[in-house]
Structure formats: C-alpha cells, structure tokens
C-alpha cells in the first residue's frame, strides 16, 4: 500500500536510444500496482505558463499512459511523450530564490499544474540541466507551508554524453556510439578511396565520451576532447562583458592544436595511409578564443548554440590550410557534424535492459523506499543504488557536478593506444 496513486513523468533535453525503455518500464511497474500514470508531453513546456483558468488539456499537454500504451514500447524509438528544453528553474541560482516569488514562479506554476492533475509524485527524466531542475523542484516543496501537499521527486539520468555524476554509464550512450561508430568507419573508407581525411564534431558539450567512445570503436586515427585542453593545448584570453568589466576565459590553443593535427597526417603518410578520420568534442567550442565566438545566441541554459559554430568546417579549413603551408601540397579535409542522427536509433540490447532497470527504479524508489530527491543509478550487475540530490548539485550554487574522463585514466589511455602517434 502506498499514498500515492497517481505519478506523473516527464522527459526534457535531448532525446537518447532507449528512451523509451526507461518510460514503458517504469509505467508497466506502476500500473501493475494500480497507480495510475500521466505522462506530461515535451517536458515543462505546458506546465511552466499553467494558469488555473485554463486547464491543461490531455492528449495536448498530458496523457494518460495505460497498458496498451506500452505494447512493444521498450525497443521502440523516439519517446513516446516528447520533450522539450524549458527551464522552470532558469531563475533561480541560489537558495535564498526559492523563495523569491518574482524567481520562484515559474517552478510555482509548475507545482500547481502537477496539483491540478492530481499527481502524488514527479518522475524527471533528463540530462544535468534537467536534474538541476528536479532538484529545484523538491527544495521549492520545501519552503511551502506545512500543511501543503508535497510531491515527491525522483530523477531518471539521461544523456548520450555520458557525463553524468553518481551513475556509470547513462542509457543511450552505447547505443549512440555504436551508431557513431559506424559512420566513421564508412567515412575511413570513403577517406581511403580520395586519400583524404574527415573532422568529424561528436556531440558531447562537456566531456569527450562520446567521443571518445565513437572514436575507439569508429577507428579513427586521433581523438581530441576538452578534457585534453591542458599544458601546451591550454591558453587563457582577457574579454570584455556586456557592462564594461574584464574577466579572464579558460581558451584551446588553436595553432598547437592545427599543428598537432598537421603532424598526425604526416606521421600516417610515412605509414602510406594518406587518409583518415579525426574526431572532436563539440563541447571545444566553449573553448575557442572569443573572437570566434561573436554574436552567437545562447539557450535558456546558457550554452552557446554549438551548431551555429560549425567548429569542424572552420578548423578543417585551417588544418587544410596549415598542411599546405607545411608540406607545398592539398590535401582535402571535410567538416562533418555528427549526433543528432544517433540520438533516436533502435537502442541496442544493453541500452533498453540499462533503462529498463532504471525505469524499474524509479517504482522501487518511490514506492519501495518511499523516498525523496534522489536519482536512479545502476551499476555493477545492473545493481540499482539511490543517490541523493546533495551528492550531485551544489547546495549553495545549485549547479551540477560534470565527470569529466580523467587524464590518463586506463579509458583515456586507451584512446593514445590506439591512435596514430606523433613526436611531440
């Protein structure tokens, strides 16, 4: 017997193979109780500008997810309530916000849609931005008088990136590798036939195991991510905000880096592989000097709008430059962008059985454990463990913690093993 008999989950930020896996998992696990299931669509997009006067509407804001909604559901691509990127808690950046009510009101309309519906409890699926927000939810709950009814939050990761705190690997991650994989090995035999080369841009906005990942398992001849923008590869530039003042920016060394590239092409040319596929974290963009950055929009998170970049056309540009200016010869190198194709593939086994488990969490959770301001995490033999909220976000910023691939870690050494080398 539990208190509460009617969940409500939602999926925000970008999509991930298996998806899909963790959201029919999770709604089996709770209808088999006799709880029922609201699946909120495209994130807090409808339950971020709720107002009592009008209601939300199901089918257009939510549905009621039953059995024979979930039919064949764990394999199956997309996700079946969509997502969305609002951001209910873009303003608040500190404790003492949450009860601010000019700061705190979007997450307050969102409290009273869920309430409005009848919802016992708030499932988050998403990535770190979206735990963020999860946890903003539960501490909002907290300020409230006592005598108002509190949801309970619990949080699904989920990210192709991999860089999650508190979980080993996040559902979707082998999956998008995997297909990541495959293009490049198409694309080191379309390299092969014309005795050139593709800079391939993995997605992966904070740390390089997509990347990295892809790149082991696409037989590239170098992997570059933004953890390796230390010692010679790392630089730092004065810039000037919007008010006047000056502040100091963390940036790569475009040139040592051109230079590096330039010396993998020809240490492969000595090996008569003229030819080859590099691959880069999209997250690098962050770290290209200012003047490259100009008049790029920003999301509601704050992130640049890497697309808008096209960081691999630009440095392909400069690498072909650079090669000829060093050797008198051409040499075609082509900027390809790739992610957004492996973020809805057919998951592979491990992704749907990492979600289902994950999703199967999220009842054990709430109903089993009868907790609060956690996140499901899987590890060993799909072993479920529940982290805290406090573990994974700052109490004082409210910002959450990246992992990063540790310098020289056996996964990071790995990739040096199996890629072209250079005298540096």
């Not at 999926?11 to 029919?24: C, Y």
């Not at 003047?291 to 998170?301: A, N, Q, T, V």
Request: net charge negative; hydrophobic share 40%.
């Amino acid at each position: 017997m539990s208190d509460i008999k009617k969940v409500a989950m939602l999926f925000a930020g970008g999509p991930a193979p298996g998806a899909n896996a963790v959201i029919g998992t999770a709604a089996f696990a709770f209808l088999n109780a006799g709880i029922e299931v609201i699946g909120i669509k495209h994130g807090y997009s409808h339950l971020i500008g709720y107002d009592s006067a009008k209601p939300l509407v199901e089918g257009e804001a939510y549905m009621n997810i039953t059995h024979a909604d979930l039919a064949q559901r764990r394999t199956s691509q997309g996700i079946m309530i969509g997502t969305a990127r609002s951001n209910p808690g873009k303003g608040v950046s500190a404790p003492e916000h949450l009860t601010n009510p000019e700061k705190n009101a979007p997450l307050k309309r969102v409290y009273e849609g869920l309430r409005s519906l009848g919802v016992d409890a708030l499932i988050s699926i998403g990535g770190d931005d979206t735990l963020k927000t999860a946890n903003k939810m539960k501490l909002y709950q907290d300020t409230l008088p006592k005598d108002a009814v509190r949801m309970p939050v619990v949080h699904l990761p989920k990210t192709i990136d991999n860089d999650y705190m508190g979980i080993d690997f996040t559902f979707g991650y082998f999956t998008a590798a995997e297909f990541l994989a495959t293009e490049m090995r198409n694309l080191n035999y379309d390299a092969a036939a014309g005795q050139a080369y593709f800079l391939c841009e993995a997605m992966g906005r904070s740390a390089g195991w997509l990347a990295y990942g892809a790149a082991i398992a696409g037989e590239a001849c170098m992997v570059l991510s933004v953890e390796d923008i230390v010692g010679p590869l790392r630089g730092e530039e004065t810039v000037v905000d919007a008010a006047g003042n000056k502040k100091s920016r963390t940036i790569m060394n475009v040139d040592k880096i051109v230079n590096h590239i330039v010396k993998v092409m020809l240490a492969r040319e000595k090996q008569n592989q003229p030819y080859g596929v590099i691959v880069m974290a999209e997250g690098l963009a962050e770290y290209l000097p200012y003047k490259y950055l100009e008049g790029i929009p920003r999301d509601d998170h704050g992130h640049i709008a890497i697309a808008s970049i096209n960081m691999s056309k630009m440095l392909a540009d400069i690498i072909a430059k650079a090669y000829k200016d060093k050797t008198g010869k051409s040499r075609k190198i082509n900027g390809l962008q790739l992610g957004y194709e492996s973020r809805c593939a057919i998951p592979h086994a491990f992704d749907v059985m990492l979600g289902s488990q994950i999703g199967v969490g999220a009842y054990r959770a709430l109903i089993e454990h009868k907790l609060n301001g956690v996140m499901i995490s899987v590890g060993g033999q799909f072993d479920l463990t529940f982290v805290p909220f406090e573990e994974l976000v700052d109490p004082q910023t409210l910002v959450t913690k990246v992992r990063y691939i540790e310098i020289d870690s056996d996964f990071h050494r790995l990739a040096r093993f199996v890629e072209t080398p250079v005298d540096d």
